[in-house]
């Protein structure tokens, strides 16, 4: 089972930039689908960025086209999240999360398309 931490939450100012990164455990990495996810108080948890297992594709939330890009490092068993010129409505806990790639042929936006999520880290955007 891999176990997922984030890092790199906090607090910024609008129009500021921050980095989420998301360590694995295990050597199964290069295999899941890995998806960054966020939750306001009071709002479904939502999926903010996908990058595909076994090539470069990605999904980002309409909201976030253009500021935020999901990278991976397979060699690191890291995904990152690099957000820029945020808003104060992307305030949130943001999760990282893993999905088995080879069952499907396209990417996972679903809460329960994921079988292993991280703690969480907060970011605040506030100024």
Same mark, same amino acid.
């Given at each position: ?5 984030? #890092? ?5 100012? /609008?129009?500021?930039?921050?980095? *989420?990164?998301? @360590? ?5 990495? #290069? #295999?899941?689908? +890995?998806? &960054? ?15 595909? &297992? $076994? ?6 939330? %309409? %909201? ?16 990152? *999240? !690099? +957000? $820029?010129?945020?808003? /104060?409505? %992307? ?7 893993? @999905?088995?790639?080879?069952?499907? $042929? ?10 292993? &999520?991280? !703690?969480?880290? !907060?970011?605040?955007?506030? #100024?």
């Amino acid at each position: 089972q891999v176990q997922l931490v984030e #890092s790199g939450g906090g607090l910024v100012q /609008p129009g500021g930039s921050l980095r *989420l990164s998301c @360590a694995a455990s295990g050597r199964a990495f #290069s #295999s899941y689908d +890995m998806g &960054w996810f966020r939750q306001a108080p009071g709002k479904e948890r939502e999926c903010v960025a996908v990058f595909a &297992w $076994n090539s470069g594709t990605t999904y980002y939330l %309409d %909201d976030v086209k253009g500021r935020f890009t999901i990278s991976r490092d397979n060699a690191k068993n890291t995904v990152y *999240l !690099q +957000m $820029n010129s945020v808003k /104060p409505e %992307d305030t949130a806990v943001y999760y990282c999360a893993a @999905a088995i790639g080879s069952i499907r $042929n396209y990417l996972p936006t679903r809460r329960y398309e994921y079988h292993a &999520w991280g !703690q969480g880290t !907060q970011v605040t955007v506030s #100024s």
